[in-house]
């Protein structure tokens, strides 16, 4: 029940290693990890070359130019041999039962398409959780994604391999709408199994940018008129503000 893992990884020398090495750590041993380096400057390839030797799992790609976060995660899902298909940005982590729990989450419940619950943290400090609900359907989530990447499994077996739009940013987003026209559900585990990394290069001075993009999912992905996509994004920016803001925090 073999576990394809999609890291794509750009100039995050100082961060891979804690990444890969939570992959490592894992209680389920049947996964392949796949580093897809997106032509990075840094010394990042010398470190992904060096873990590639270390453990049969893991598997390098080396885009010949840099190509962004939705087509480096679509050549790892290509070249994934795993029934499940599973994400882990460079700078984010998993807890070491991750795979175990969420797998029988899945198969125990012949759940095609699955999310956890994960923690925030900055500087080593968990500064909260973001809770996830029971289940999500098409519709609640263009209000809102629930869905962290970090967290987000599927089964190809039952929905086969589906791919990231091409975007330069929200193209998880793209392909969790996707996936839920194929399922009536994706379901949430509310355990945190993951840690996600706040940065400062990632939470307010792309605030606008990320806005700009949520508005061309709807538009160009989904396809929606102007006033239902008016409608879904003033419900995306009160609970980004509720998820920025008012989070639990728990530790």
């Known amino acids: 029940m073999l576990v394809s893992v999609i890291t794509p990884v750009h100039n995050s020398d100082e961060l891979v290693e804690e990444t890969i090495q939570s992959v490592l750590n894992q209680t389920f041993k049947d996964w ?7 032509k990075s400057s840094d010394n990042g390839l010398q470190i992904l070359r060096k873990y590639e030797k270390l453990d049969p799992r893991i598997r390098l790609l080396e885009n010949s130019k840099n190509k962004g976060a939705a ?9 994934a041999k795993g029934r499940f298909i599973a994400f ?8 070491p039962t991750k795979l175990e729990t969420q797998l029988e989450f899945m198969i125990s419940n012949a759940y095609s398409f699955t999310f956890t619950a994960y923690r925030k943290f900055r500087d080593g400090e968990i500064v909260g ?4 609900p029971a289940k999500v359907n098409h519709r609640q989530l263009l209000k809102t994604c629930s869905i962290g990447c970090l967290t987000a499994m599927y089964d190809t077996e039952q929905l086969g391999k589906v791919y990231m739009p091409d975007i330069s940013k929200r193209q998880d987003f793209a392909l969790w ?11 949430g585990l509310n355990t945190p199994l993951a840690n996600y990394r706040l940065r400062p290069d990632s939470i307010s001075g792309n605030k606008w940018k990320a806005a700009k993009y949520q508005w061309r999912v709807y538009r160009e992905f989904e396809h929606l008129n102007f006033f239902q996509a008016g409608y879904y ?19």
């Open 71 to 79: 087509l480096t995660r679509n050549r790892g899902i290509e070249a």
């Open 129 to 132: 959780i973001q809770d996830v």
């Open 32 to 38: 392949e990890l796949i580093l897809i380096d997106d």
């Open 88 to 95: 882990l940005d460079s700078d984010d982590l998993w807890e």
């Open 177 to 187: 709408l996707k996936l839920l026209k194929m399922v009536p559900f994706a379901y």
């Open 233 to 251: 994004f003033v419900n995306y920016t009160f609970f980004g503000v509720l998820k920025t803001y008012f989070h639990k925090a728990k530790k």
